[in-house]
């Protein structure tokens, strides 16, 4: 079975800085795209940003230029840096892979449980 577990959300100032982590586990043959998206309270789940396995890269535009999303092929994990975090920014926080698990050898698309990030002003 394949997980996918966020960490590293919290509170911060806004302006401040928060690092997110996704690690997906369990009996992997491949990871694909991976990507974080972000749910405020009453509003639609919106993508913030996703990696391709080689690295290409693409972010909404409310965050670039903020955010910055990256990857370890070797650890199945990814990674989101949030600098000069605004209020608008408070959401909780999902991840999302597209894996090709050995069990059933098809693609995949896994999430996260999600983790809270608030941004104080």
């Known amino acids: 079975q394949v997980q996918l577990v966020e960490s590293g959300g919290g509170l911060v100032q806004a302006g401040g800085s928060l690092r997110l982590s996704c690690v997906a586990s369990?009996?992997?043959?491949?990871?694909?795209?991976m990507a974080w998206y972000r749910q405020a309270p009453g509003k639609q789940r919106e993508l913030v940003a996703s990696?391709?396995?080689?690295?290409?890269?693409n972010y909404a535009d409310s965050v670039k230029g903020r955010f910055t999303i990256s990857r370890d092929n070797a650890k199945n994990t990814a990674y989101l840096q949030m600098n000069s975090l605004k209020p608008e920014d408070t959401a909780v926080y999902y991840c999302n892979a597209d894996v090709f698990p050995v069990s059933i050898s098809i693609w995949k698309s896994y999430w996260g449980q999600g983790t809270q990030v608030t941004v104080s002003s």
């Open positions: 369990g009996s992997i043959r491949s990871i694909n795209d």
């Open positions: 990696i391709t396995h080689y690295g290409s890269t």
